[in-house]
């Protein structure tokens, strides 16, 4: 909407034709001027400010990113953007793909924007969080979960330059090189723990990770963390990782006291990660917990050497990207013994985000049993496969219906959900099933 004059414009931009013959009669009845633009929604130029811009165009990182940097300024108050929830972490590309992405019929639709595969397949929720992080003159007003999600960017006003003749904001420059440094920084060490930066070496095959038997790399595979990384430090790609960066500064943003938790580390890449984002923000009295059987589970066949991962390896690989390691806590063994060492060693210490990557009903029902009640109202749990195995999701039902709780999970991608803790709910272990899967192997 216009605000440089007491007349109410609304400009509406699509990158097809649409007829708007209708919507210009109901607008004028309305006493609203209205325009149809046929242009990129992400470099169309519109004339002079206005008070409210809603975005609903291209569900990818690097559009909305660009639609962000390119429309900011001339904003005077909000902007809403749709879909942040269904599309938060992976694109509708990748959504919408049952296998693999068609890059063939994307390139014939989108070609024109000339975007790299890797701003094609995250979702909009890191474009959200890198614009408010390089630009303090917004704040995040509110964000709607459910329909799809909808989340509204607000100007803080006082930070504000002046208005030129033109109606256009002159910002006074706030972004800041440390603000800069600080996002190459952590775009680099996320390609680094997921191993794209390493894409010459590809990707594991079906029954080895052997370097001379690898196949070729696929960044759609690596970024929703559907592959194996011969030389990467995680597997659960880059949309997951993106999540746990949101919780972590959500908690550390709105005060929520507490520690990083995981539950199966592999090489430590999420629990690094976690540490990194910690230390960068100055939170360095935040503990990481890195839990593990650090050592081969029959269950995983032929895998199982490929997954186990010692103690010492992950320690070391702390120490290679200079961690924090006086704030870091390695508990080596089955989550039924460490968790419950846990309680008893660490009875208060509470949890900001815990993240529990354990394939198993008993894993998941062990980690919700005793680490559940240590998270803080307005903290995190995050599954990392829940939508990939069955007995996860059952673990999660039983949870939920047994005590009552009220939180539904939102999807991160394929494989994983997560949601903010609203309540406390006192957790009766007579409740607690017997094992039915790894703990009963044991």
């Not at 790299?116 to 995250?122: M, R, S």
């Not at 690094?272 to 917990?289: K, P």
């Amino acid at each position: 909407m216009d605000s440089t004059s007491l007349e109410k414009k609304l400009w509406s931009v699509d990158i097809s034709h649409v007829d708007m013959t209708i919507e210009k009669h109901i607008a004028s009845f309305l006493g609203i001027e209205l325009h149809f633009i046929c242009d990129n929604s992400a470099t169309v130029k519109l004339a002079g400010s206005v008070d409210l811009l809603f975005i609903d165009s291209l569900h990818v990182y690097g559009h909305l990113k660009r639609e962000l940097e390119f429309h900011h300024r001339n904003v005077k108050q909000y902007i809403i953007i749709h879909d942040t929830t269904i599309d938060g972490w992976q694109s509708e590309f990748a959504r919408n793909s049952e296998e693999t992405i068609d890059w063939d019929e994307i390139q014939r639709e989108y070609g024109y924007l000339r975007y790299p595969q890797e701003d094609l397949l995250l979702g909009l929720w890191p474009a959200v969080e890198e614009f408010l992080e390089l630009h303090s003159e917004w704040e995040l007003e509110k964000h709607f979960a459910n329909n799809n999600g909808l989340t509204i960017l607000r100007r803080i006003l006082h930070t504000v330059g002046i208005h030129g003749a033109s109606g256009c904001i002159h910002q006074t420059s706030n972004s800041g090189s440390d603000v800069g440094i600080k996002t190459l920084y952590l775009n680099l060490l996320e390609r680094v723990l997921v191993g794209s930066i390493f894409d010459e070496i590809g990707r594991c095959g079906e029954e080895t990770c052997k370097l001379h038997k690898t196949k070729p790399f696929d960044m759609q595979l690596r970024a929703s963390g559907n592959d194996w990384p011969p030389v990467g430090f995680t597997m659960i790609g880059k949309a997951r990782l993106a999540n746990i960066r949101h919780c972590i500064e959500s908690v550390i943003q709105q005060g929520v006291p507490g520690d990083f938790a995981e539950l199966g580390v592999w090489r430590g890449g999420a629990c690094i990660w976690a540490r990194q984002l910690f230390d960068i923000a100055g939170e360095l009295d935040r503990q990481v917990h890195v839990f593990d059987i650090f050592g081969q589970l029959e269950e995983y066949g032929v895998a199982s050497q490929f997954i186990s991962v010692s103690k010492e390896r992950v320690i070391q690989n702390f120490r290679n990207f200079d961690a924090n390691f006086s704030s870091t806590r390695f508990h080596k063994g089955l989550f039924q013994n460490t968790l419950r060492d846990f309680t008893l060693q660490y009875n208060d210490t509470a949890l900001a985000v815990l993240r529990i990557d354990g394939n198993y009903y008993d894993s998941y029902q062990d980690a919700l049993y005793f680490l559940y009640p240590r998270v803080s109202v307005g903290g995190y749990i995050i599954f990392d496969d829940i939508y990939s195995h069955t007995v996860v999701m059952e673990a999660w039902k039983d949870f939920k219906e047994d005590f009552g709780l009220p939180e539904e999970m939102s999807r991160i991608d394929g494989h994983s959900g997560f949601f903010m803790k609203t309540i406390d709910k006192t957790v009766d272990f007579s409740k607690m099933r017997k094992p039915r899967d790894t703990n009963r192997l044991k």
